[in-house]
């Protein structure tokens, strides 16, 4: 077991854990923040998808020993960015969700996707988008949120 002291959301968190641990564990179990969802834990759904550092990443598979000193952003902070505030109105416009359980995960995406490409095709949203899985099947509405999002940032 190892001491980690994270940027979690912009706050500073310590955390107690071998250094193996899946971040997404520790985010979810040490500091209970369970708005990141477990899916399928070999990086192939997208359901547990945080920021790290400026990159959208499965957090099922990094070890917390290879975080370092990156900030972590997670769907319960996004929404102090102006980036993720359109995404997750342009979410509730298109009426994205219906199970709501992929949701934190595209929305991380979708914000990692403007803030790289901040006006989109519909191929760069395929392209970005297409390893985040909706059992729902609300690919079209997602696309026309991400759309929407693009537009109210320029």
């Known amino acids: 077991m190892e001491t980690y002291r994270l940027t979690v959301n912009g706050q500073s968190r310590e955390v107690t854990a071998d250094p193996s641990t899946p971040l997404l564990w520790v985010l979810r179990d040490d500091l209970k923040m369970t708005g990141t969802k477990y899916g399928c834990g070999v990086s192939a759904c997208g359901a547990c998808t945080v920021h790290l550092?400026?990159?959208?990443?499965?957090?099922?598979?990094?070890?917390?020993?290879?975080?370092?000193?990156r900030p972590i952003t997670t769907i319960?902070?996004?929404?102090?960015?102006?980036?993720g505030r359109a995404v997750q109105n342009a979410w509730v416009d298109h009426d994205v969700v219906q199970c709501?359980?992929?949701q934190s995960g595209q929305i991380m995406t979708a914000v990692a996707l403007l803030?790289?490409?901040?006006?989109?095709?519909?191929k760069d949203i395929e392209a970005s988008m297409g390893?985040?899985?909706?059992?729902?099947?609300?690919?079209?509405?997602?696309?026309?949120?991400i759309h929407m999002a693009s537009r109210q940032l320029k």
Do not use: F, W
């Open 115 to 122: 803030k790289h490409t901040p006006q989109p095709t519909d």
């Open 100 to 102: 709501g359980y992929c």
């Open 76 to 83: 319960e902070g996004i929404g102090t960015d102006p980036v």
């Open 53 to 69: 550092g400026s990159m959208a990443t499965r957090s099922c598979v990094v070890p917390i020993a290879l975080v370092g000193d």
């Open 131 to 145: 390893g985040n899985l909706c059992r729902c099947g609300t690919y079209v509405r997602i696309r026309e949120a």
